[in-house]
């Protein structure tokens, strides 16, 4: 790592790893072979880029910054196996990449939600995640019902992949030294959500509302949301669960029967997708 040749863009998230040690760590949890083909998000000056491209059958990485990535594109002239694309990542087709797919990527913390979402609608297309992002997100992705870390992220990932975290990165191993601690997430997208849902734009609509108010009960947030309160309180009795709980102390299968005893009543409620 050049630390001297590069201006890192702070909006664009820009912290690039400098210490060996950990680079090795990444590419060892992403278990690539020459038959994977990989997909790295913000390879940045190419500290993990380079090193994929020696293990994978190849490799498509995808910079936004238009000074890196013709840096990159340079240097990769070296690999004909490794393509080097200028996008932004969270608009990038990656239902045109005609094989299944590993992705890498070091993310930049101000996407990171907004690219998990869209990597969860890509489950289908993906083998494994193996990504670094900071360690409050990740400790969000993986928390189970019950504690202040559990919320829509934490559903939202668990429903379509199994996560993990697999080790942590103090601020000192970047460049520019990052204010906040990271982790290595790796997730295994599933080939069935976890709990079977009749209606999935229904579950996603009502632990949304039931989230979007999250110190409310539960009772009083999907009322709130529209969803009739008479009705709730009998579809909550029904499934044992009681109308004073928080939602942040309800675990996916209870969620699945929630919004499958709604979906029922016929409400008439709009759907939403997960993001
Ligand atoms: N992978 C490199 C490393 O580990 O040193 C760089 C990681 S740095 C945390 C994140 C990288 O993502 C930067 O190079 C940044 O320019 C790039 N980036 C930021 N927003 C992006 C976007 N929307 N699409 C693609 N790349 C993006």
Redo the contacts with the bound molecule.
């Keep these: 790592m050049r630390d001297g040749a590069v201006m890192p863009?702070k909006h664009?998230?820009?912290?690039?790893?400098k210490d060996k040690n950990y680079v090795s760590r990444i590419i060892g949890t992403a278990e690539i072979g020459k038959d994977d083909v990989v997909v790295e998000?913000?390879?940045?000056?190419g500290?993990?880029t380079f090193q994929l491209a020696e293990l994978a059958g190849r490799v498509i990485a995808?910079?936004?910054?238009h000074a890196?990535s013709q840096e990159l594109a340079e240097r990769a002239a070296l690999y004909p196996n490794l393509t080097i694309i200028e996008a932004?990542?969270?608009r990038f087709p990656y239902e045109t990449i005609e094989t299944k797919f590993k992705v890498v990527a070091?993310?930049?913390y101000y996407?990171s939600t907004p690219i998990l979402f869209r990597l969860m609608e890509l489950r289908h297309k993906i083998t494994s995640l193996t990504i670094m992002l900071q360690k409050e997100v990740a400790k969000r992705i993986v928390a189970l019902p019950g504690g202040k870390d559990y919320g829509m992220l934490s559903i939202a990932v668990q429903f379509y992949a199994v996560p993990a975290i697999v080790f942590q990165i103090p601020p000192g191993a970047f460049f520019p030294v990052p204010e906040v601690n990271s982790a290595v997430l790796k997730i295994i997208p599933r080939e069935k959500p976890a709990v079977a849902v009749r209606s999935e734009p229904l579950f996603w609509s009502v632990i949304k509302s039931a989230f979007s108010h999250r110190r409310k009960t539960l009772l009083n947030s999907l009322s709130m949301a529209g969803f009739p309160k008479e009705v709730t309180e009998r579809i909550l009795h029904t499934a044992g669960i009681a109308p004073l709980v928080r939602p942040e102390e309800i675990g996916m299968e209870a969620w699945g029967k929630i919004a499958d005893a709604l979906s029922e009543q016929h409400t008439g409620r709009s759907s939403h997708s997960i993001d």
């Design positions: 863009k664009l998230g820009q912290h690039f790893l998000i913000g390879p940045g000056t500290a993990l995808i910079e936004i910054d890196l932004d990542a969270l070091n993310l930049p996407i």
